[in-house]
């Protein structure tokens, strides 16, 4: 089939790049431009599968609000005037090459944003290109989602890359811990039909959602109610309830691992009584939910950002592995079992360092350090104070705590640099935006998807349109900034220009189906794409473990220090509030809030239950102020059950005051103001987003 070339008008086949799902899109174009974006039914892996927010990308693409032509700061927060690329890289450049020759890298930082990962152009650029200067200030969003995964994983496997997923397709009984896959479409796990998966699972027997709402994917299947960050409890009573009755694959544990008679010891501290107190579910319901688990021939355990943003979160995650591995679920069908990408992993680092600096040790963990030191990095003068700042598709003074201090620190930095495609809270700072593509016009993989995909999958996706406006993609960007900054910097500079296909097809040729000719051109030529095999193959798991004896450590002095530390903390207060966040089907973080018929209906509510609306005098559709010591917030509060007594919900990623005008009008407020910029799990660097303690005060009265 010959496909068209950028721009040409007929219908272009291509895939959605805003989630982990990778769903199978169409693009007409008429005249240039697209018209119309619908789902691709000749997609193997989506067959047809999208959501509203893949076809609203249109109406990002050709937003009026969006920049597309370089900006640089001129006078307050906020306002740009338009340059030319030339102006704006060589300016960039000198200040750079500046900054770089008298502090060094030390002076540089960087903040890698959600988008990005999905996104060739851009990872196969910016980080590059950082590393290559020698900068180890790089910060992401990892930071509020996945690094607690990471350590647990570098604990258990030795590498923090490889990340266990539940084999939909195979499975019978499935518990989701901290997910809401209905509305996210999985994370860390790609299965574009997966309410599809999720039901069909059910019908052949179980999914158990433990959540402390009552959310999307709770409703269809069973719920059990949990307390927010309390669930450490939970799975520490589930790992102890299949010791203590014997339920535990004794062979596997002999053959495979090492630390589990430690790990059993430690648990006899857990008591029934503290696992009630702790996340209000009755011990004897856990231990059931345990038992019911061990029987079932073919099940997992699944979790995702529900466990990883609490003050135990490695703990947590390294205790959902355990659970599926004593039960003798893990690597095999239907259980819970590493992915097979088709991209060579051996240059990839799975490292975990502890980094002494200026700041005290951080955690390096997937090549990022923690978030919560960006402000302090910029702000604390002296040696290695940070004065440029690069930050790709992200929006941190939304996403991340401590808004205030994040704003404080990027107005005062020498240079700012941003590549996106809107004018953001967070960029309206910089000294320039640098516009970039969406992913109509660019080329990609789903390199994310790729370890996770339940049904092994590959696709190539070549640009429908050429860049609208003046928009480059982020490799281009880079490649011309490293020219200029050669020839201006004292210090040697040897970066090749990047090239992210031609890095791709050489990690696909050597790569698991590289000898069955799987590379660029194979894929260029298959547009709708590839389907590498029915279901994972669980086969060789062991080649995949990185510690030394090629055994997985269910203990060891970073476990033991978690649980240290869980015992000594202060029992929950019975009395107390804890906030939590949810994510909705038409909202994407803090962005795609520009699309009127995405954002038309939302409008940010805290959730309360009757019980704790009646404690505190509020009444449905009360302003209130909720405290938390980090800060505070007023809002409108939603009365409902969906959410477990004693605790709240509010999304975040609101409270808009960029270019985005539509966005600007939403209302809502910007929930991290409540999240404490100065904590964050010691082991990890993971911020601490859910189970925050709050109070809610009426603002007015219950019966107003
Ligand atoms: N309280 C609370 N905070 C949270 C969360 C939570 O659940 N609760 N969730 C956290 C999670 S999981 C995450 S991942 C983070 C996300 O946080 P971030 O990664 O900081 O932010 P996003 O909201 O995803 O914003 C992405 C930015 O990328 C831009 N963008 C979109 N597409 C492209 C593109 O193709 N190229 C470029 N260059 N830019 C693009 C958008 O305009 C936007 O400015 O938020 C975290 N923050
Ligand atoms: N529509 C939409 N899809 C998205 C996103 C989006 O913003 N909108 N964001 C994308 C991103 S960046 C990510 S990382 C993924 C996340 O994908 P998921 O992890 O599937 O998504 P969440 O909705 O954040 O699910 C977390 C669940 O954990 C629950 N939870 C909160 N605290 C606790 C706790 O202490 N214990 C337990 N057991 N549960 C808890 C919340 O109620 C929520 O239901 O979604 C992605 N997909
Ligand atoms: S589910 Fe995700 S990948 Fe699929 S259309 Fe929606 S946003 Fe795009
Ligand atoms: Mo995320």
Not at 390 to 397: D, Q
Request: net charge negative; charged share 20%; with cysteine.
């Amino acid at each position: 089939m010959e496909r068209l070339r950028p721009g040409q008008d007929g219908r272009h086949v291509t895939f959605c790049r805003i989630c982990d799902a990778f769903c199978g899109l169409t693009a007409d174009v008429q005249d240039g431009r697209i018209v119309k974006v619908g789902p691709d039914r000749d997609n193997p892996h989506s067959q047809g599968h999208i959501c509203i927010k893949g076809p609203s990308m249109l109406a990002v693409t050709y937003d009026p609000d969006r920049v597309t032509q370089p900006l640089r700061r001129v006078g307050a927060p906020g306002n740009f005037e338009p340059v030319s690329w030339d102006e704006a890289l060589t300016d960039i450049a000198s200040r750079l090459a500046t900054i770089y020759d008298d502090h060094g890298p030390e002076a540089i930082a960087s903040f890698h944003g959600n988008p990005g990962a999905y996104n060739i152009s851009g990872q196969f650029s910016f980080k590059p290109f950082l590393d290559r200067l020698g900068v180890w200030k790089q910060y992401s969003s990892a930071s509020q989602d996945t690094t607690s995964r990471a350590v647990a994983s570098y604990a258990l496997y030795g590498s923090s890359i490889r990340r266990p997923l539940p084999d939909l397709p195979r499975c019978d009984f499935l518990i989701i811990v901290g997910a809401n896959p209905l509305v996210s479409h999985g994370s860390v796990l790609t299965a574009p039909r997966i309410r599809e998966d999720l039901d069909a699972i059910a019908q052949r027997g179980r999914v158990v959602v433990v959540d402390p709402r009552l959310t999307e994917t709770a409703e269809r299947f069973e719920h059990i109610a949990v307390r927010p960050a309390g669930d450490v409890w939970m799975l520490a009573y589930m790992v102890k309830t299949l010791f203590d009755e014997g339920l535990e694959d004794l062979a596997f544990l002999e053959r495979h691992t090492v630390g589990a008679r430690e790990l059993r010891s430690a648990l006899g501290q857990v008591t029934a009584e503290r696992v009630r107190q702790e996340c209000g579910v009755e011990p004897e319901t856990i231990a059931a939910l345990a038992r019911d688990f061990a029987a079932a021939p073919r099940a997992a355990l699944y979790s995702r950002v529900g466990i990883c943003r609490g003050p135990f979160s490695t703990l947590a995650n390294v205790l959902v592995d355990c659970v599926n591995i004593i039960a003798g679920k893990f690597a095999v069908p239907g259980g819970w079992v590493f992915g097979n990408s088709p991209l060579n992993a051996e240059g990839r680092p799975g490292g975990y360092t502890l980094r002494p600096s200026r700041l005290g040790p951080m955690p390096i963990v997937i090549g990022y350090a923690p978030f919560n030191a960006l402000a302090e990095e910029i702000l604390t003068s002296g040696d290695g104070q940070v004065r440029a700042f690069f930050v790709t598709s992200g929006n941190p003074v939304l996403s991340a705590p401590g808004p205030e201090r994040l704003q404080a620190a990027f107005e005062s930095l020498e240079l700012m640099v941003s590549f996106d495609i809107y004018l953001t809270e967070t960029n309206r700072f910089a000294d320039y935006i640098l516009p970039t593509t969406t992913f109509f016009e660019r080329e990609d993989l789903p390199v994310l998807g790729f370890p996770n995909m339940v049904r092994p999958f590959a696709q190539y996706a070549a640009p429908v349109i050429p860049p609208v406006g003046e928009a480059r993609s982020e490799h281009i960007i880079l490649s011309d900034l490293v020219a200029r900054l050669g020839a201006l910097t004292d210090r040697p500079l040897d970066i090749a220009p990047f090239d992210p296909l031609a890095a791709l097809d050489g990690l696909l040729r050597t790569g698991r189906w590289g000898q069955d000719g799987l590379s660029i051109e194979r894929l260029k030529a298959a547009p709708h794409g590839v389907a590498l095999a029915d279901n994972i193959d669980v086969s060789g798991w062991e080649k995949q473990m990185r510690h030394e004896d090629g055994r997985i450590r269910l203990w060891d002095d970073l476990i033991a220090g978690e649980f240290d530390r869980l015992w000594s903390s202060p029992p929950a207060d019975a009395e107390g509030l804890r906030l939590f966040g949810r994510r909705e089907l038409r909202s994407m973080n803090s962005w795609m809030h520009n699309v009127d018929r995405l954002v038309r209906q939302q409008s940010p509510v805290l959730q309360m239950h009757p019980d704790d609306a009646a404690r505190h005098g509020i009444g449905h559709g009360s302003r209130a102020v909720v405290r938390s010591k980090a800060g505070s917030m007023e809002v409108d509060v939603s009365i409902t059950d969906a959410v477990t007594a004693g605790s709240v919900c509010y999304p975040h990623g609101w409270e808009h005051d960029g270019g985005w005008q539509r966005a600007n009008a939403t209302g809502g407020h910007n929930v991290n103001v409540l999240a404490d910029p100065a904590a964050a799990e010691v082991v990890s660097g993971s911020s601490f987003l859910d189970g925050i303690e709050v109070t809610v005060t009426p603002l007015t009265p219950a019966d107003a």
